[in-house]
């Protein structure tokens, strides 16, 4: 999952890699630092996650050398959804979503389908949870059916790395593929950090 | 009692023949796609590994089963390259032999290449995992779960890959039987020593204990297995060995397990 | 017609859509549902409430094909009724729960496409919830309990926003905004709800205003 904040940007997802009911390791790392602006998260089949962002950042380092320059978050959306629809009639089975900071400086989020359809958003969940994660982001992110409509939402670092482990440790609960640990990444400004805190393993 | 025959296509097939006229035959294999890659027909069993104090350590047994015929009861199933990796594999051996020659294909062109820079477990990893993955791609995979065990410069290296090309790395891998019956029993005696890694001689007897449970409880497992270790000292695969097993009349065991 | 009937049998309960949750708090318990009634995605009504009242300590909430949850609404009250006449008084909501599970195990091989949930206070006025599948088999939950298209939804909401003794008031408030936020993320159901609060001394129902879309 992955969600926005004014001039910061999250990108979540859990380490488990499961076959079925079989738990084949519980630390395989789903989300990927594309760049000090950008970091991607992919789920569903595991290979093609893997070797989509391997393309990926491929596809960057030939931008780099070419531009002298890192490609931007909103450069890498439009790449990734231009990659995927490449694979239309043989689409890579993986739902991604990217989170970074924009040209602006604000935070950014986009999600695609598995054929490329994509969209900016301000917050998303993708992967076996997603039905679970997505209408509590609505709550307490998109501030959905609350009763006063003006009530705009200052999120904070702090309180969005809350939201993502209260949300991860819900989704644990009730989705067999979720669990094991979860991977933080937060983008700033000035560069990217990732935190891992620890989930249940049954 | 009927087994499932692993050659029913051919044999359709060859009945097909009989009835239908060379160019009725052509405009039907036109149409339909090439089925006789897309299962397994000698296999192996499971592959065991874990990371210890000075390496790594890999068991298999020696059989090749077809279907549920014992067919060839000395095979090796694991496979030495370079000085520092060994690949165990479980699944169809006639892909795993394409593999060995693979490798052997690679390690040739190292030894051409003598650039005094040997290819690290990592390395042939890599390599597996896109064979493995770009033969998923093609719908011709190749029917295995390859287990890549390394050890170079200080650290150990231990890697899973399977015929769809998913990876992983872990401190303890089994495949097949073994991921079900093997792998909790591994992942119990390694995450109970929180971090402290296993002697030899405790990795040694985990495995065999695994290997002994696999033996009761796996039909398609045979009692003559080989342990690898790949160390500083490099690769060493022993000579098959038997395991102690006990058949008595079960009146003092209480609850399962070893 | 036997297109309709075949996706009878693969998908009754996705055929009309709906959603309801029940939940337990301190000396009471809610239950809540939406309010549409739908042919697959087509909305034809927007007043289709799928909770019943057995007794005034007990409702049930029924999720699934639209015949069947008036069909054995109806059944479960008379069943209800019929054992008020004879035992003098109210049935309890565990009772009745097992009163559920059999009437749906007697249809095991033709079964009405309905999930209930059940939501009650006992006779020491003790919350009870529970819910079972479409042929009876039971889940008593201590927390909250879901069904319906929106199930999915619901477990993943109501596992972040229930906790333990929540009075009348905040219950309301944690139902309402687990099934709205749910609900809004399933295409086949929502379209306004009704919440029922089941408290010793009295029953609050109220209808919510959703988005209609």
Known sequence: MALAGEDFCIVAADTRQSDGYHINCRYAPKAHQLSDKTVIGTSGFYADGLNFVKKIKQRMEWYFHQHDKTMSTTAIAQLISIMLYQKRFFPYYVFCVIGGIDENGKGCVYSYDSVGNAERVQYQAAGSGNELLQPFLDSQIGLKNRSNENETLNLTEEMAIKIVKDAFSSVTERDIHTGDCVEIYIIRKDGVECQKYPLKRD | ?258 | MITFFLVLLQSGNEYNGGAVVAMVGKDCVAIASDKRFGLELLTLATDFEKIFKMNDKCYIGLAGLATDVQTLSEELKLKCDLYKLREEREITPKKFAHLVSSTLYDHRWGPYFCEPCIAGLDENNKPFICSTDLIGCINFAKDFVVCGTTARELYGICESFWEPDLGPEELFEVISQSLLNAFDRDSKSGWGAVVHIITPEKIITRHLKTRQD
């Open chain 2, 1 to 258: 009692m009927n087994y499932p025959n692993p050659f029913a296509d051919a044999i359709d097939y060859q009945r097909m023949e009989q009835h239908y006229d060379q160019e009725a035959l052509d405009s039907l294999n036109a149409i339909s796609p090439m089925t006789r890659t897309q299962q397994p027909i000698v296999t192996g069993t499971s592959v065991l590994a874990v990371k210890y104090k000075d390496g790594i350590m890999m068991t298999t047994d020696c059989l090749a089963s077809y279907g549920s015929l014992a067919r060839f009861r000395n095979v090796e199933r694991m496979l030495k390259v370079g000085d520092s990796t060994i690949i165990g594999a479980s699944g169809d051996i006639s892909d795993f032999q394409y593999i060995t020659y693979l490798m052997d294909k690679l390690m040739t062109k190292e030894y051409n290449a003598n650039n005094g820079q040997p290819l690290a477990p990592e390395n042939i990893y890599e390599y597996l995992s896109q064979v493995m993955y770009q033969r998923r791609n093609k719908f011709d995979p190749l029917w295995n779960a390859l287990v890549v065990g390394g050890f170079q410069d200080g650290k150990s290296f231990l890697g899973y890959v399977n015929l769809r090309g998913t990876t992983y790395q872990s401190e303890t891998i089994a495949t097949g039987y073994g991921a079900y019956i093997a792998q909790p029993l591994l992942r119990n005696a390694v995450e109970k020593r929180n971090g402290e890694p296993l002697t030899e001689e405790e990795a040694k007897k985990l495995l065999d204990d695994c290997m002994r449970v696999l033996f009761y409880r796996d039909a398609r497992s045979l009692n003559k297995l080989q342990r690898a270790t790949v160390t500083a000292a490099g690769v060493n695969i022993s000579e098959p060995y038997s395991l102690e097993t006990e058949w008595a009349f079960a009146e003092n065991i209480r609850g399962y397990g070893a």
